[in-house]
């Protein structure tokens, strides 16, 4: 039996928002809190191979064809529910896991603006208005754009890769 659209697109996001999840964690348990860059390659290399593969994976259900347009827009899909579970487990994270992450983060924020050579005062009004933007509802909405900022970047490379024009210029109807 054949999955739809949509149930084929959250199992992938699922997936791939379970992967970012166990990322997330390890960042946080090595106490990282998002300051390594390799973490953040490594984020944007699970969320290719998870839009390369989920693609290539509803290629496959579909007949084997699968057009730009359609790849990109059953990438986005699942980029959408990875970015949910993903922003919602990031929420858990600063709030309920760790109640002193935003301070870590911020600490951290400190430390390097001031090993940049930024004077003090700048400093501190920008911590100031980075301190004001850490409500939940503002960190979990930056959160699952940001990841989906990414995503929709990222499909667009995967879905080029993935996409096989069906060689029938009449198919290829009933999949839309």
């Not at 983060?105 to 430390?111: K, P, S, Y």
């Not at 900022?149 to 990222?154: L, R, Y």
Request: glycine content about 8%; cysteine-free.
């Amino acid at each position: 039996m054949k999955n739809s659209f949509l149930q084929s697109a959250a199992v992938h996001g699922l997936f791939m928002g379970l992967a970012l999840i166990i990322l997330s964690l390890l960042d946080w348990k090595l106490g990282f809190y998002g300051q390594k860059f390799y973490f953040s390659l490594l984020s944007y290399a699970v969320i290719f191979a998870g839009l390369a593969y989920s693609a290539t994976v509803y290629r496959k259900q579909t007949g084997g064809y699968i057009s730009y347009g359609q790849a990109y827009g059953y990438s986005i899909t699942v980029a959408a529910a990875a970015a949910i579970l993903s922003a919602a487990f990031t929420i858990l994270l600063m709030y309920v896991i760790d109640s002193t992450y935003l301070e870590t983060v911020l600490a951290f924020t400190e430390e390097t603006l001031l090993d940049a050579g930024l004077p003090q005062a700048q400093v501190d009004m920008a911590l100031e208005m980075s301190s004001k933007m850490t409500h939940p509802v503002i960190s979990f909405l930056s959160s699952l754009f940001g990841t989906l900022f990414v995503s929709a970047i990222i499909a667009l490379i995967t879905s080029a890769i993935v996409k096989k024009a069906n060689p029938n210029p009449f198919a290829g109807g009933e999949n839309l």
